[in-house]
């Protein structure tokens, strides 16, 4: 009886974190900033960062939870018909899973770095088929694809398709996104860690 009590306390803590950082994603969600040498449409945010820290502290599972919560709060206030929120979404999974379930079979400091890295580039690599078939069809209902290639164009003249944009493009900055979720988590982890925890 007094285990699955403390099992419940266990699973309702859970239930409480997520939900808190899935707040605070929304939160820096809504921070987004342009970066030099990309277009003005895409924008850089540390909304994967909660999402990282829960799949780091209380498994994967939580880790997708944040982004789940992240993108249902960001649908509100959404330009794209929930589309951006979808990438958004299957982008932040594809990051956090892998790394959590890295870190859940080893859990030290190097099997969270590692773990990391790897959700990193899975991020960085599931970006392509996320926004050839998700994102950019969306895109090209509001503006021409000549139009979005010459975004990419003023920047870089070697972009000459869409493939072109997201090999030279995206996938580099979904692979530093996720890298400056990585290092921000380990500065932070291990302060906060204990409270994500409740110890």
Not at 78 to 105: C, D, I, M, Q, R
Not at 178 to 187: E, P, Q, R
Request: with cysteine; glycine share 8%; proline share 6%.
């Amino acid at each position: 009886m007094e285990k699955t009590i403390a099992v419940k306390k266990i699973n309702t803590r859970k239930l409480a974190v997520t939900a808190i950082l899935g707040a605070v994603a929304s939160a820096l969600m809504f921070l987004a900033f342009q970066v030099p040498l990309m277009p003005s449409f895409i924008q850089m945010d540390l909304s994967e960062l909660p999402a990282l820290l829960a799949a780091f502290s209380m498994g994967p599972l939580s880790g997708v939870g944040v982004c789940l919560i992240k993108n249902l709060v960001h649908l509100l206030a959404t330009s794209t018909g929930g589309v951006g929120e979808l990438s958004n979404f299957l982008l932040g999974a594809a990051f956090v899973l892998p790394a959590g379930l890295f870190y859940k079979y080893r859990k030290n400091r190097m099997g969270a770095f590692l773990g990391a890295l790897v959700g990193a580039v899975f991020m960085a690599l599931a970006s392509l088929p996320v926004n050839y078939f998700i994102t950019y069809p969306f895109y090209t209902l509001l503006m021409p694809l000549d139009a979005i290639l010459g975004l990419y164009q003023a920047i870089n003249p070697n972009v000459h398709s869409l493939l072109d944009a997201l090999i030279w493009f995206n996938i580099p900055f979904t692979l530093c996104k996720g890298l400056l979720s990585v290092a921000v988590t380990f500065l932070i982890y291990k302060r906060i860690s204990p409270i994500l925890k409740g110890r």
